[in-house]
């Protein structure tokens, strides 16, 4: 099994069709079939279902397109900083992170890095905290922006210092939309849609002091763009983070929670990891501009 056979393998499943990932790839159409031929001989197990226009992956062909990509991000990586020039810091710096407006600070530190060193570029590779920890634990990140507690024991952590606030969006018109705040109480006999993560953590329901089985959970999400879709499309009304949606050109309104229910932010990075120049310069950067 070679590198390039994994990168071709993942376009046929991105294209859905030999013939035209062969296109993109510059291959012919035979040549990248006895590619995807060898590949299944090799593991003995289909991988693809072959129809008259379309290519389907079997449930091994999901399993070996998503550690065909983790091999892949993990290859590029290592590429990119075998590259680096050890007098000059360049290089890639890979970082995941959930949804937060603390973003943006990360981001204005991050750019007055790069003023110091031209050559280093970010990488952002946007999911929930679980995600976020999967990728730090498989090495294909750097660094893990999340909010919510974190294993001191499995990971280097710098707290920001920082802390976003939950609150609840609502259409405009709704009757809660007319109060200030929101209380536990207002929601218990509401749709909801909360975030799968934060419902996992537990928080969301000690704060809401009911058990998710007693409350009225309409979806669950963990991209808070598809959350505010579900509430403008009355699906329910969804506890969010602050300041992620624009509500001044929708007719949605964001009521923070009363009392006020607030998660912290870190940056984590995995235990002993040996860091490349410029990740363990973004790192001293970090550390200088917000640890506590």
């Known amino acids: 099994m070679e590198i390039e056979e994994l990168r071709n393998f993942l376009a046929v499943a991105q294209e859905e069709n030999i013939t035209r990932a062969a296109e993109y790839l510059h291959l012919t159409q ?5 590619q995807m031929q060898a590949l299944e001989a090799e593991f003995g197990k289909q991988l693809l279902i072959r129809g008259k226009r379309r290519v389907t992956l079997t449930q091994d062909g999901i399993l070996f397109r998503k550690r065909a990509a983790e091999i892949i991000a993990m290859v590029d990586k290592t590429d990119a900083e075998m590259r680096e020039s050890r007098e000059d810091i360049s290089g890639d710096i890979f970082i995941g992170a959930g949804e937060t407006d603390v973003m943006r600070l990360v981001a204005k530190a991050a750019q007055e890095l790069k003023k110091q060193h031209p050559g280093i570029r970010y990488r952002i590779i946007s999911g929930d905290g679980d995600a976020v920890k999967e990728m730090l634990n498989k090495g294909l990140i750097d660094f893990g922006l999340v909010f919510g507690p974190a294993d001191e024991k499995k990971y280097d952590v710098i707290p920001l210092g920082i802390e976003d606030r939950w609150g609840v969006l609502l259409p405009r018109d709704a009757p809660l939309a007319q109060k200030e705040s929101i209380s536990p109480g207002d929601l218990w006999d509401k749709p909801l849609i909360l975030s799968q993560q934060a419902l996992t953590a537990d928080f969301l329901e000690t704060w809401l002091k009911k058990d998710a089985a007693e409350l009225h959970v309409a979806a669950t999400y963990n991209l808070i763009l598809n959350a505010a879709k579900m509430v403008e499309g009355g699906l329910g009304c969804a506890m969010v ?9 929708t007719d949605l309104v964001f009521r923070p929670c009363e009392p006020s229910l607030l998660a912290g932010i870190s940056i984590l990075s995995k235990k002993y990891q040996v860091f490349s120049p410029a990740a363990q310069a973004f790192r001293d950067m970090l550390i200088g501009s917000f640890a506590c």
């Not at 035979?30 to 006895?34: A, I, K, M």
């Not at 983070?241 to 050109?249: F, K, Y």
């Open 241 to 249: 983070l602050d300041g992620l949606v624009n509500t001044r050109e």
């Open 30 to 34: 035979p040549t990248l079939s006895r």
